[in-house]
C-alpha cells in the first residue's frame, strides 16, 4: 500500500478545491438557457465576463450589419455603471438600422435596450438645447422614443419590451428621425415562461414603464439572479423619505402561488418583503406620471399589483383597490404566504398621470399592505411581417451576391415607410403577410450564378436583374406567378430552358435577354430588342407632348406671374402704409426644435383680427383674443417692444413650457419668434380669472366648495411645476389674476411669463426680484434665493383671498397687507370676522378653520417653515367635502438630484428614461380624517 504524507494530503486537497473553485465560477459564468447579452460596440469578438452579472457579452458583429463602434469620453469612463456603458454602436447612414436576435417562434421575451451617451461625437448633443431623439421599433412595430433632450451624458436610459417572436428571429431596431445619430450601449434578451403576462400576445406587446418592490429594501436595483429572468425591480424605500407612519414588513417564510397562478413569478426574495402603514392610518395611494421627455399622446397604463400577507399572525386585513376615482378590486384580502397578482385584463388606462390607491375597508383591522408593483404601456403590434418564406430567401439573395444596401435592415415590406429599396410588395390582404411581387436590381453590380433562391418566391411577378454581370445559364424556373423576367445585358450564356420558353410562348412570360450571349446566334423576340426600340418611340411621343404644352403654357404663367406680382406689390404698399414697420422683415431665420407650431407676425394679426380685442394686460405685454384657422379660440399674449431687450430667457422658457402638460396648466399652442414681436399663444379660457369672480359684487359669488375646488386646481398645477418637470419650475408670479377658469370653473394656472426653470442640485437661483406687490415672498424680496417655496408663499395669499374676498393690499382705513389683516381679526374676535361676506354663512366652519390654517401656513416668513405644494395638495384634498377620504391621494414627487444622489452606487445611476422623468410618491390617509404625508424624494 502506498503511503501519502500529510503534507501532500494538503496539496491534493488544495489542488482539487482550487479546481472545484474554477469550475464553479465557469458554471456561473454561463446564463441560463436562451439569456443572450450584447456590448454594443465592444470590438472584441471573444467577448468577456461581466463580473457583477458573473454572465458572459458577446460583441455585437454577428447581430447587426451596420453602424460605427465608439467609446464615451474619457471623463465619463470614471462614472460607468459597468463595461457595457463604456461603448456603443451608432447609426449614422439609413433611416433605420436593425439587430436580429435568435428566438423561437410564438416564444415570449423580455428584451432590454440601454443607452448611454457619454459625449461620444463631441458634439455634447444631449445638453446643447437641440431635440436628441430617435425612435425604436420591435420587429415591424413602434416600441418607443429614446429621448436624450438635455439629460446628462453620464446617465444611462433602459427600455424594455415584454413580446411574443414573431418567428425564428426578433428585431430590434432604431430609428432615425433626422433630431440626432440613433445609438444604442447593450442589448439583452431573456426568455420568459409562456404562461408569464397573459396580456403579451402576438398583437399585444408591453413596454416597461415601472417595476418597484417594497419593504425597507437597501440595494437599489434588484435583478438576476435573485430574479431568474432578470427583471429590474427597483427599491421603492431608495425612492422615498421611509420614516413613519411607514413600516416594513419582512418574513423569512418561503411566499409562494398557488398552481395555475404563475403569471408573473416573482421571486419570493421579493415577496418576502412589504410596506405597510400605522394602524391609525387608513389609506396608501401610488401615483405615476410622465415628464417632458415622455410622449404622451398614446400612452396608455396597465398597473399589475402583487400582493402577500406576510404577517405571522392570522390578520384581518381587507382594502379596496382604485384606480384614481374607479373601483379595481372590491374588498380583497392578500393570502398569507401566497402571492395574489391583481390586474384588469387587456384594462389598459388611457392617460399619462395614473393614481392608485389602497383603501382599508370598514371591516378591516389593518391597514393596506402591497409587495410589488409592476406598470406596463401598450405597444400596439398591428403590423404583419412580411412572408417568412420571402424573407429567408431575401435574406439568401442578399447573402449570395453580398449586397449592403443601407435600406436592407429588418423587414422587406413592413412598416411600408422602411420597406426595402428595390422591392414591392402587395399589402392587399390586411390579415395576411405582405408579400413580394417585385424585385428590382438592376444595375446593381450583381456577379456569378443565378441565385436559385429568386426560384422559391411563390408570389414574385417582376424580376429586373438586368444590366449587371450575371453568369451561367438560367434556371429551370417553375415559377408559375412571375410575369415578368429582365436579365438583359448580363454575360448569360447557357440554354434557356424549355420550362421557360413554353410560358414565353404562351404569353405568361416577358422574358428578356437582349444584351447576352445566349442571343449570339438567337432571333427569337427575347433576344431582339424590338421592345426598347418601341419602349424609345413611346419614349419620344411621350416628350413631344411636353414640348408642346411648355411652349403654350410658359407664357401663359409668365404674364400670370407679372400680374400677380403687381397685386402682391399693391397690396404689400397698402399693407405698409398701414404699418409703421415691416415686421415680417424680421422673422428669425431658425425656428426653435420643439413640437408646438411656430405663427408668425402676419399670422398673429390675421387670428386676432389685427389685434382688435384686448382681454388682458400687464407689465411685459399684452393680451388678445384669437381664432385659429380651425375655429378654435386662443388668447395671444404680445411682448411690448421695451420687454423684449429685456427678455433673454425667453426662447428658453418657450422650450420649457412646450414640454408642460397637465390638466390645471394652460396650454402653450404656439408662439412667434421676431425681432420686435415676441409672442405666446396659448388656450382661451372663456370663464375670466379667479380675481374677476372674486371682486365681481353681488352678481355672482363664487360657493365655499368652488372655491376650494378652484384652490386645488391651481395647488396641483403648481405642484406639478414644482414636482414633476425636469428641471423643477418656479412660476415667480402666482395670483388670483392668473388663475384662469374655464366654463366649468376648473382652476388653470396661466402667464409664465416669470418662471424659471432650474436645476434640483441647486437649492436656490439668483436673480432680480420679480413679481407681483401683495404676493411677493419676504424672504425672496430680501434675498433674492428663489425657491420653490417662494410659489408657495404667493399662493397662502390666493388661499386668504378666496377666503376674505379681499385684495392682497388695500385700505382698512390705511393701507394693509392681507395676511396681517387676517392676523388681527382673528386676534381681536372670531374667525367668520375674515370670512367673504358674500358666502353668507354657508360653509363648514372646521373646514374653514383649516384653510385658514394652511394659507397662515405658506406664509410663514422662513421659507423653511412652510409647507411644500404636495403637502398643500394632500390638506387641500381632504377639506372637500365632494371627494370621499378614502379616495384621496397625492400627485408624484420628483426625480431630485440632492445630497443622497452621492450615497448611491455607480451602478445605480442607470435610470430607465420612463421613470427618471416620471413622478411616483407614497401617501399615507389619516384615520382621523387629515391626511399627512411625509416629504419625499423620488427619482
Known amino acids: 500500500m502506498m503511503m501519502v504524507s500529510f503534507g501532500a494530503k494538503l496539496t491534493w486537497t488544495s489542488a482539487l478545491l482550487l479546481i472545484l473553485l474554477v469550475m464553479t465560477i465557469q458554471v456561473q459564468a454561463q446564463p441560463p438557457p436562451g439569456f443572450i447579452n450584447i456590448d454594443c460596440g465592444w470590438s472584441n469578438s471573444s467577448g468577456y465576463i461581466d463580473e457583477a452579472l458573473v454572465m458572459p457579452f458577446s460583441f455585437d458583429g454577428e447581430f447587426v450589419e451596420s453602424g460605427q463602434n465608439h467609446d464615451i469620453l474619457p471623463e465619463f469612463m470614471v462614472d460607468a455603471a459597468n463595461e457595457q456603458q463604456k461603448t456603443l454602436r451608432s447609426f449614422p447612414d439609413g433611416s433605420r438600422n436593425c439587430y436580429t436576435l435568435p428566438s423561437t417562434v410564438g416564444k415570449k421575451y423580455l428584451l432590454r435596450a440601454t443607452f448611454t451617451y457619454g459625449n461620444y461625437d463631441r458634439l455634447n448633443k444631449s445638453l446643447d438645447g437641440s431635440l436628441f431623439l430617435f425612435g425604436l421599433h420591435i420587429g415591424v412595430n413602434f416600441w418607443d422614443k429614446v429621448n436624450l433632450s438635455n439629460w446628462d451624458p453620464s446617465f444611462a436610459v433602459w427600455k424594455e419590451v415584454l413580446t411574443v417572436a414573431p418567428s425564428n428571429s426578433v428585431s430590434i431596431c432604431l430609428i432615425n428621425f433626422g433630431s440626432g445619430i440613433p445609438f444604442i450601449s447593450s442589448l439583452e434578451l431573456r426568455p420568459l415562461q409562456d404562461t408569464m403576462y397573459p396580456f403579451v400576445n402576438a398583437s399585444v406587446s408591453v413596454s416597461y414603464f415601472t417595476r418597484y418592490r417594497f419593504g425597507n429594501i437597501t440595494d437599489f436595483i ?161 403590423n404583419l411581417t412580411t412572408d417568412s418564406n420571402d424573407v429567408k430567401n431575401m435574406k439568401e439573395v442578399k447573402k449570395h451576391y453580398n449586397l449592403a444596401r443601407a435600406s436592407w435592415n429588418g423587414d422587406p415590406c413592413s412598416p411600408r415607410e422602411y420597406s426595402w429599396e428595390g422591392l414591392s410588395c402587395d399589402y392587399s390582404k390586411s390579415n395576411q403577410n405582405p408579400r413580394i411581387v417585385t424585385i428590382n436590381l438592376s444595375s446593381s453590380g450583381l456577379g456569378g450564378g443565378f441565385a436559385i433562391s429568386f426560384m422559391n418566391m411563390t408570389s414574385l411577378e417582376n424580376l429586373d436583374l438586368s444590366h449587371n454581370n450575371l453568369t451561367g445559364a438560367i434556371p429551370d424556373y417553375q415559377l408559375k406567378s412571375l410575369k415578368v423576367l429582365n436579365l438583359s445585358n448580363n454575360k448569360i450564356d447557357g440554354p434557356i430552358p424549355d420550362s421557360i420558353r413554353q410560358r414565353v410562348q404562351a404569353g405568361l412570360l416577358d422574358l428578356r435577354l437582349v444584351g447576352n450571349p445566349v442571343c449570339a446566334n438567337s432571333k427569337d423576340t427575347y433576344c431582339s430588342d424590338t421592345k426598347s426600340n418601341n419602349k424609345e418611340d413611346k419614349k419620344k411621343k411621350r416628350n413631344t407632348t411636353p414640348i408642346l404644352l411648355i411652349a403654350v403654357i410658359v407664357p401663359v404663367v409668365l404674364i400670370s406671374l407679372i400680374v400677380g406680382m403687381c397685386i402682391l406689390r399693391k397690396l404689400y404698399q397698402k399693407g405698409k402704409s398701414g404699418d409703421n414697420e415691416d415686421y415680417a422683415s424680421y422673422e428669425e431665420k431658425t425656428p426653435l426644435h420643439i413640437d408646438i407650431r411656430r405663427f408668425t407676425y402676419a399670422e398673429l394679426k390675421l387670428i386676432t383680427n389685427n389685434f382688435q380685442s384686448i382681454i388682458g394686460k400687464g407689465g411685459f405685454g399684452t393680451v388678445y383674443h384669437g381664432i385659429l384657422e380651425n375655429g378654435d379660440e386662443v388668447a395671444v399674449k404680445v411682448l411690448m417692444e421695451t420687454s423684449i431687450a429685456e427678455s433673454t430667457d425667453f426662447l428658453p422658457e418657450v422650450q420649457t413650457l412646450s414640454k408642460v402638460h397637465h390638466k390645471n396648466l394652460v396650454t402653450l399652442q404656439g408662439y412667434c419668434q421676431n425681432k420686435k414681436c415676441l409672442a405666446l399663444v396659448y388656450d382661451f379660457l372663456p370663464g375670466g380669472n379667479l380675481q374677476q369672480l372674486l371682486s365681481g359684487g353681488d352678481v355672482y359669488s363664487l360657493t365655499w366648495e368652488q372655491r376650494l375646488h378652484i384652490a386645488l386646481d391651481a395647488a396641483q398645477g403648481l405642484e406639478y411645476l414644482h414636482e414633476l418637470c425636469t428641471p423643477s419650475i418656479v412660476h415667480r408670479d402666482v395670483k388670483t389674476p392668473n388663475i384662469l377658469l374655464d366654463k366649468n370653473l376648473v382652476g388653470i394656472i396661466s402667464d409664465f411669463g416669470l418662471s424659471r426653470a432650474f436645476n434640483d442640485a441647486h437649492t436656490h437661483i439668483s436673480t432680480a426680484a420679480a413679481g407681483t406687490l401683495g404676493y411677493l415672498d419676504p424672504e425672496y424680496h430680501a434675498t433674492f434665493q428663489l425657491t420653490v417655496k417662494t410659489d408657495v408663499y404667493s399662493f397662502g395669499i390666493v388661499l386668504l383671498e378666496i377666503i376674505t374676498g379681499q385684495a392682497p393690499v388695500f385700505l382698512d382705513p390705511q393701507t394693509v397687507h392681507l395676511p396681517n389683516w387676517v392676523r388681527q381679526k382673528i386676534a381681536k374676535g372670531s374667525i367668520h370676522d375674515v370670512v367673504d361676506k358674500r358666502l353668507l354663512d354657508q360653509y363648514d366652519i372646521s373646514s374653514l378653520e383649516s384653510v385658514v390654517d394652511l394659507a397662515m401656513n405658506c406664509v410663514e416668513s422662513a421659507s423653511i417653515d412652510r409647507p411644500t405644494m404636495t403637502e398643500v395638495v394632500s390638506r387641500l384634498r381632504v377639506l372637500l367635502p365632494a371627494v370621499s377620504s378614502e379616495k384621496q391621494s397625492v400627485s408624484g414627487t420628483p426625480r431630485f438630484k440632492n445630497s443622497m444622489d452621492t450615497k448611491i452606487p455607480k451602478q445605480l445611476q442607470m435610470m430607465a428614461s420612463d421613470v427618471s422623468n416620471e413622478g411616483s410618491s407614497f401617501q399615507s390617509g389619516y384615520a382621523g380624517g387629515l391626511t399627512e404625508i411625509s416629504k419625499f424624494s423620488g427619482r
Do not use: C
Open 222 to 382: 434588484t435583478r438576476y439572479p435573485t430574479d431568474s429572468y432578470d427583471r429590474f425591480w427597483e427599491s421603492w424605500s431608495g425612492t422615498i423619505d421611509y420614516t413613519y407612519p411607514w413600516i416594513s414588513l419582512n418574513t423569512t417564510n418561503k411566499v409562494e402561488s398557488l398552481p395555475g397562478t404563475d403569471a408573473f413569478n416573482v421571486p419570493s426574495a421579493i415577496l418576502q418583503q412589504a410596506s405597510t402603514i400605522d394602524t391609525n392610518y387608513s389609506f396608501m395611494s401610488v401615483a405615476v406620471a410622465t415628464g417632458p421627455n415622455i410622449d404622451t399622446t398614446s400612452l396608455q397604463l396597465l398597473p399589475v399589483f402583487h400582493f402577500a400577507e406576510i404577517n405571522r399572525s392570522n390578520p384581518n386585513r381587507r382594502f379596496d383597490i382604485y384606480s384614481a376615482e374607479d373601483l379595481l378590486f372590491a374588498d380583497f384580502s392578500p393570502s398569507r404566504f401566497q402571492v395574489d397578482s391583481m390586474y384588469k385584463n387587456g384594462q389598459f388606462l388611457k392617460n399619462a398621470y395614473a393614481i392608485f390607491s389602497l383603501n382599508k375597508t370598514d371591516s378591516s383591522s389593518l391597514p393596506p399592505l402591497i409587495n410589488a408593483f409592476e406598470v406596463y404601456s401598450l405597444v400596439r403590434m398591428e
